[in-house]
């Protein structure tokens, strides 16, 4: 079965960096990309980027752009999510989500991992 | 980008009476080509990831009972359940997945009467 699992909860200082893994198994990763989604305490959700698991193509949204960078182990089936510069802003639930492997194929999420949540204090 | 409004923000049922949530979109998701509207219902319980209750506007997803049905095209959509169960307690989402970036709608709290 289609799997995905995060890494667990971490707690970090303002200006600092978080890196959070999506370990995936039950599918082709290579046939698919993954997207990153957010979810701040009490609030709604918000996409935050996009990478193909073939290719390594990427598509960020315009609001973190310059802050997120995705990338991916296609010989682990594992994605990861870098965000740097992090505000009290950026405290969140984070979740991967199996998506298109191409941006033309990037459509509604079936498969989510379980969420990490990064706090900023 | 898209802007996908919901309505209400909350919603009380009494169980076993239909509950009826909307969303609008700014712009229309119908793709003509295809005849598709690109649109998308999840469900989220507390401390869950979302789960995909409908896609395509109105197609449910394997496993997803058969009270819940969406409706809808263009710009207005609705997601209808009928027969209310204690279960189905949540917040639900509409996605818009016609344009990029993706974007939710605020979410719509449904509760129990």
């Known amino acids: 079965q289609v799997q995905l699992v995060q890494s667990g909860a971490e707690v970090k200082k303002p200006g600092a960096s978080v890196r959070v893994s999506c370990e995936t198994s039950g599918y082709t990763f290579i046939s698919y990309g993954i997207s990153w989604v957010r979810q701040a305490p009490g609030q709604g959700l918000e996409w935050m980027g996009w990478?193909?698991?073939?290719?390594?193509?990427?598509d960020y949204s315009q609001k973190l752009q310059g802050r997120i960078t995705l990338a991916t182990d296609t010989f682990t089936g594992t994605a990861f999510m870098e965000l740097r510069g992090l505000t009290s802003d950026d405290t969140a639930v984070y979740y991967c989500?199996?998506?298109?492997?191409?941006?033309?194929?990037?459509?509604?999420?079936?498969?989510w991992g379980q969420g990490t949540l990064i706090t900023v204090s | 980008d898209t802007v996908m409004t919901q309505s209400p923000d909350s919603l009380a049922v009494s169980l076993g009476e239909r509950a009826t949530i909307n969303c609008k979109s700014s712009q229309s998701v119908l793709y003509t080509s295809n005849n598709k509207n690109y649109l998308a219902w999840y469900q989220q319980k507390p401390g869950q990831p979302p789960k995909l209750l409908i896609y395509?506007?109105?197609t449910r997803q394997s496993g997803v009972p058969d009270r819940f049905s969406g409706s809808g095209s263009g710009t207005d959509f609705t997601l209808t359940i009928t027969s209310l169960q204690a279960e189905d307690v949540a917040v639900y989402y509409c996605q818009q997945y016609f344009t990029t970036p993706r974007t939710f709608g605020q979410g719509t709290k449904l509760e129990i009467k």
């Open positions: 989500a199996r998506d298109g492997w191409a941006v033309a194929s990037t459509l509604f999420w079936e498969y």
């Open positions: 990478i193909s698991g073939s290719n390594g193509n990427t």
């Open positions: 395509w506007a109105s």
